[in-house]
């Protein structure tokens, strides 16, 4: 699998847009990039996944740039429930079985 | 809640204790992993099964022994563990054509 960059580290204030980054630059063609998060103790939750085009689901959006080199989650209207650790992560959509999870970006929500 | 139960949600056992973790999953997958989180590291794959059949093993050693008795039911054995092996241990499921996996709440294990 590719390996992504991410900060180890972000605050947010509570109502606003929360912006996580991930670096990608070795991603292949068939690979695409999966958003989980994982709020302290509990098993990662999914997000959301996209290959090129923007993708919006109920809980997030994903932003892909046009060379697929990185990506940025937003979370619209950030929440206290939103503090967890996020976790980026490229492979193709079939065909392997692995999630393979870097030390994602801590994300704290402020009151 | 992701339709992936996990039980115990805590088990506290002694080196030579024998003990099982089970996890069920009311999703209609086809496929299930063993993840294991231990403290400030990330998320280490450990096995996968296929339709009851094992298709990975990532290299963990005997003392974990997994078992798959049918598409819904996925237990990891447990038996003269260490100290080190305490961590959280996550369960996770996937459709036979999906590629979203759906993680259970684990098991926080501690090896006294």
């Known amino acids: 699998d590719a390996k992504t960059t991410q900060p180890p580290s972000m605050d947010c204030a509570e109502g606003r847009a929360a912006n996580l980054p991930c670096n990608h630059s070795?991603?292949?063609?068939?690979?695409?990039v999966y958003w989980y998060r994982q709020i302290h103790s509990q098993g990662p939750q999914y997000i959301i996944h996209g290959l090129k085009n923007n993708e919006t689901n109920e809980m997030a959006s994903l932003i892909i740039t046009e060379d697929r080199k990185s990506s940025t989650l937003i979370l619209p209207h950030a929440t206290l429930r939103d503090t967890a650790v996020y976790y980026c992560i490229v492979r193709p959509n079939f065909g392997n079985e692995k999630l393979t999870f870097g030390t994602g970006t801590r994300l704290t929500i402020i009151p | 809640e992701t339709g992936v139960t996990q039980t115990p949600r805590h088990l506290v056992m002694g080196m030579t204790n024998k003990k099982s973790l089970k996890c069920e999953q009311h999703?209609?997958?086809?496929?299930m992993y063993w993840y294991k989180q231990s403290a400030k590291k990330p998320l280490e794959l450990m096995f996968v099964?296929?339709?009851?059949?094992?298709?990975e093993n990532n290299s963990v050693p005997s003392r974990f022994s997994p078992e798959c008795p049918n598409s819904s039911h996925l237990f990891l054995h447990l038996h003269t563990l260490q100290p080190e092996d305490s961590a959280l241990y996550l369960c996770a499921s996937r459709s036979g054509t999906g590629d979203t996996q759906y993680f259970g709440p684990g098991t926080r294990l501690t090896v006294l």
């Open positions: 099964y296929n339709f009851k059949e094992q298709t």
């Open positions: 070795t991603i292949s063609g068939n690979e695409y």
């Open positions: 999703l209609g997958h086809n496929a």
